[in-house]
Nanobody
Framework: QVQLVESGGGLVQAGGSLRLSCAAS????????MGWFRQAPGKEREFVAA????????NVADSAKGRFTISRDNAKNTVYLQMNNLKPEDTAVYCC?????????????????WGQGTQVTVSS
């Protein structure tokens, strides 16, 4: 069992930056691929970024490329999402998730554990 707790969300003006953190419980954090997803009101959940357990490979959604960076610190059991040049359309609840299989990482079904999410609001 893995428990995930996100933090770092908030209100920011367009063009600003935020860094989200996701702290994981458990002693096998490096064995999980980690992902970030977001869901805006009235919209479906959307993949944002993923990173393999050893941090060697990452995937970033086209909507976030060049602006968002995913990273992890396995010594701290934490995954991060650095978000720069934020836009109003980035407004959503951002959730982190953990995958045991390291497969299907761009879809929600590829993950086994989910956090509760943190709200990101970008004003224009």
């Amino acid at each position: 069992q893995v428990q995930l707790v996100e933090s770092g969300g908030g209100l920011v003006q367009a063009g600003g930056s935020l860094r989200l953190s996701c702290a994981a419980s458990g002693r096998t954090f490096s064995g999980y691929a980690m992902g970030w997803f977001r869901q805006a009101p009235g919209k479906e959940r959307e993949f944002v970024a993923a990173i393999r357990g050893n941090g060697a490979r990452t995937n970033v959604a086209d909507s976030a490329k060049g602006r968002f960076t995913i990273s992890r610190d396995n010594a701290k059991n934490t995954v991060y999402l650095q978000m720069n040049n934020l836009k109003p359309e980035d407004t959503a609840v951002y959730c982190c998730a953990a995958s045991r299989t390291h497969t299907g990482l761009v879809v929600g079904s590829g993950y086994d554990y989910w956090g509760q999410g943190t709200q990101v609001t970008v004003s224009s």
